[in-house]
């Protein structure tokens, strides 16, 4: 299996920060890495295809980029309603797709 | 819009069996492959089956092999996740998510949208 390992766990920031999460594979997975949003008592939400797709809707202050084993997720400028769970998903392996373990962003 | 809306979860037994449904709108439903994943209390997400688009490929994570069984009705737009010899570690809010439209399951997919989740508690 491929193991998808997310830094930091937990992350105090405040508006208006720029915000960086990362997202560590266990091997090569190309570019085959996505990114979720999750708030409490929701389902996830798709931000981030291919590494560095944007899916349509998600706000522009949202970036990733990466390949091979690491990869980041980016905010530029947070925003109230960014605060969330956000996980990343290796889609190399499919159908054992793997998804890291979270990244909590609790407001400063 | 597009919609997943999922049912059937609940309070069961160990050992009991529960049968999850997952009604799909707003999209030709059978040109997608379809996954559920679930995510137990506090914890991360867990992709657990995926069906194709005809029924004909299905696949699972090892942890449910031989006891959960995914499948589809594209006439009725419904997915469906039978589970059997349910374990404590089974509970967990399980999410319907739309796959790729892809006929063959390549390396390049992801889920959108999720449906809102259902709730599965396995205790005596």
């Known amino acids: 299996d491929i193991q998808m390992t997310q830094s930091p766990s937990s992350l105090s920031a405040s508006v208006g920060d720029r915000v960086t999460i990362t997202c560590r594979a266990s091997q090569s997975i190309s570019s085959y890495l996505n990114w979720y949003q999750q708030k409490p008592g929701k389902a996830p939400k798709l931000l981030i295809y291919a590494a560095s797709s944007l899916q349509s809707g998600v706000p522009s202050r949202f970036s990733g980029s990466g390949s091979g084993t690491d990869f980041t997720l980016t905010i530029s400028s947070l925003q109230p309603e960014d605060f969330a769970t956000y996980y990343c998903q290796q889609s190399y392996s499919t159908p054992e797709i793997t998804f890291g373990q979270g990244t909590r962003l609790e407001i400063k | ?124």
């Open chain 2, 1 to 124: 819009e597009v919609q997943l809306v999922e049912s059937g979860g609940g309070l069961v037994q160990p050992g009991g069996s529960l049968r999850l449904s997952c009604a799909a709108s707003g999209f030709t439903f059978s040109s997608y492959w379809m996954s559920w994943v679930r995510q137990a209390p506090g914890k991360g997400l867990e992709w657990v089956a995926n069906i194709k688009q005809d029924g004909s490929e299905k696949y699972y994570v090892d942890s449910v092999k031989g006891r959960f069984t995914i499948s589809r009705d594209n006439a009725k737009n419904s997915l469906y996740l039978q589970m059997n010899s349910l374990r404590a570690e089974d509970t967990a809010v399980y999410y319907c998510a739309r796959d790729t439209d892809e006929w063959e399951l390549l390396s390049n997919n992801w889920f959108d949208p999720w449906g809102q989740g259902t709730l599965v508690t396995v205790s005596s």
